[in-house]
């Protein structure tokens, strides 16, 4: 069974940084590709930013600049580098992963930023 575990979240203060983990477990496959998404109060989940196994990206509007999406496919992991952090950036942000057309997710991680 393909598990998603976040970690890395927090809380934070306006124009600081954070550094989110994904690992999978349950698979020898390589997950591709591999992304990040967040759900605010009130709002619809929303994509952050993707990467394929071959290191191609793709990131919302948002992210643009001031996020990096990276990953080890040795390892199943992937990561989300976020700097100059703002309050409309506080979500769970969750992470996925898809394997033969089926998406796993994580349990979501809380990012928090305070002004």
């Known amino acids: 069974q393909v598990q998603l575990v976040e970690s890395g979240g927090g809380l934070v203060q306006s124009g600081g940084s954070l550094r989110l983990s994904c690992a999978a477990s349950?698979?020898?496959?390589?997950?591709?590709?591999m992304g990040w998404y967040r759900q605010a109060p009130g709002k619809q989940r929303e994509l952050v930013a993707t990467i394929t196994n071959d290191g191609a990206t793709n990131y919302a509007d948002f992210a643009e600049g001031r996020f990096t999406i990276s990953r080890d496919s040795a390892r199943n992991t992937v990561y989300l580098q976020m700097n100059a952090l703002k309050r409309e950036d506080t979500a769970v942000y969750y992470c996925t992963g898809n394997r033969f057309g089926a998406n796993y997710w994580g349990q979501g991680t809380q990012v928090t930023v305070s002004s």
């Open positions: 349950g698979t020898v496959i390589v997950l591709s590709p």
